[in-house]
Nanobody, 122 residues
Framework: VQLQASGGGLVQPGGSLRLSCTVS????????IGWFRQAPGKEREGVSC????????YYLDSVKGRFAISRDNAKNTVYLQMNSLKVEDTAVYYC????????????????WGQGTLVTVSS
């Protein structure tokens, strides 16, 4: 399976971005999807995850109320809407897939896309 993350960029504090993760060649509903991020000098951390059926989601405490994960199985795409961005959200964001939602630890996910850089700066 291949994952393609996009949508990163430079945004001012308080701004918004929407990241997209497109999965191929299999249909998206085969997979739980997670968004992860890694800032310079820090370990990769789970930001948000969503189960195959949308029945379960997870958010990192520091992004609750600001980020929202959603999926459009018809488009094979998972989105991460990021609002009220803070400087500390600056990182490379990755999406990853697993056959079921087992958690939000990066090592649980066998399939990874390339990252997309999010820079929050004034």
């Amino acid at each position: 399976v291949q994952l393609q993350a996009s949508g990163g960029g430079l945004v001012q504090p308080g701004g918004s971005l929407r990241l997209s993760c497109t999965v191929s060649p299999f249909t998206l509903d085969f997979y739980a999807i997670g968004w992860f991020r890694q800032a310079p000098g820090k370990e990769r951390e789970g930001v948000s995850c969503i189960s195959k059926t949308d029945s379960a989601t997870y958010y990192l405490d520091s992004v609750k109320g600001r980020f929202a994960i959603s999926r459009d199985n018809a488009k094979n795409t998972v989105y991460l809407q990021m609002n009220s961005l803070k400087v500390e959200d600056t990182a490379v964001y990755y999406c990853a897939a697993d056959r079921s939602l087992r958690g939000y630890t990066p090592v649980l996910y066998p399939y990874w896309g390339q990252g997309t850089l999010v820079t929050v700066s004034s």
